[in-house]
């Protein structure tokens, strides 16, 4: 993982990817008011970024090593916070397939799926925005107070033992660097 003896704790290491992927919102919201309108190319980029880093990556994290390590500290998933962030990652996925499906008929369709598109971004970022903040302000809070610090350097060694797994070494630096390259572009 980027810069592992930075963190000292897993939220730490969430909240890194949260300003990673908020660079990436960032320049999402400039390719959908864009007069001009963006390239195909950097709707795939952006979307390729979401599905990668966003979700395999941070997401799935959460979802396999965070939420679970949680639960077992009385952290409910039921009627609680955990619930409910798992509830918004299934809504984000259901946002980008729609992105992703709009985009392949960008070319041939172009007026309906830039609707499409431009529609379920805006969604989609409404959504992260706001799902980032409550993880945020919240659910690490919570997880601060609830998790030793040793478990919490547990949880970061999972996180890239997972990293490894799942994506591949070095993926996690490349999708920083492509939201640094996309933030320094502009869209």
Request: charge should be negative; proline fraction near 3%; include cysteine.
């Amino acid at each position: 993982m980027e810069n592992e003896a930075v963190f000292e704790k897993a939220t730490e290491a969430l909240k890194h990817d949260h300003r990673v992927i908020e660079k990436v919102l960032a320049v999402l919201e400039r390719l959908m008011e864009s007069s001009v309108g963006a390239s195909l190319e950097t709707w795939r980029k952006a979307i390729d970024f979401i599905r990668n880093f966003a979700d395999k990556c941070h997401h799935l994290k959460e979802e396999k090593i965070f939420f679970p390590a949680l639960e077992e500290r009385g952290i409910p998933r039921e009627g609680g916070p955990i619930g409910m962030m798992l509830t918004e990652h299934e809504e984000g996925r259901r946002y980008v397939r729609m992105m992703a499906d709009a985009l392949l008929f960008a070319e041939e369709e172009p007026g309906p799926a830039k609707t499409t598109l431009i529609e379920n971004a805006r969604a989609y970022l409404r959504l992260l925005r706001d799902h980032i903040r409550k993880e945020d302000e919240i659910l690490f809070v919570l997880a601060d107070e609830a998790l030793t610090l040793e478990e919490q350097k547990d949880l970061l060694r999972a996180f890239e033992e997972h990293e490894a797994r799942e994506i591949g070494p070095g993926i996690h630096e490349k999708y920083v660097q492509i939201a640094k390259e996309f933030e320094a572009y502009g869209g």
